[in-house]
Nanobody, 124 residues
């Protein structure tokens, strides 16, 4: 079975850092794009970053460029999201998922196998 498990969230003060992990299983890691999304209370889910498992290309939302870094350990099938200089507006539940259809990498309707999410809370 295909599974994605996100972890690593927590509560930090503004300016702090967290590293999220997305452990993948049940599929060929190198054949898919894996994306990180987040959803804050009362807001729609938004794309944060994604990585192409085949060639390592990465994409970032403008709101996190220069602060977040996506990386992977293909042998362990883990995709990381290093989040630095965190801001209160980064507070959300963060999810990882697999992109299964062509189209914009920020379109969450193209992703499946969403993990359970991990809460990130940034206080000012």
């Amino acid at each position: 079975d295909v599974q994605l498990q996100a972890s690593g969230g927590g509560s930090v003060q503004a300016g702090g850092s967290l590293r999220l992990s997305c452990v993948a299983s049940g599929f060929n890691f190198e054949q898919y794009i894996i994306g990180w999304f987040r959803q804050a209370p009362g807001k729609e889910r938004e794309g944060v970053s994604c990585m192409d498992g085949y060639d390592g290309r990465t994409v970032y939302a403008d709101s996190v460029k220069g602060r977040f870094t996506i990386s992977s350990d293909s042998a362990k099938k883990i995709v990381y999201l290093q989040m630095n200089s965190l801001k209160p507006e980064d507070t959300a539940v963060y999810y990882c998922a697999i992109k299964i259809a062509s189209g914009s990498v920020s379109d969450d309707s193209l992703y499946r196998f969403w993990g359970q999410g991990t809460q990130v809370t940034v206080s000012s």
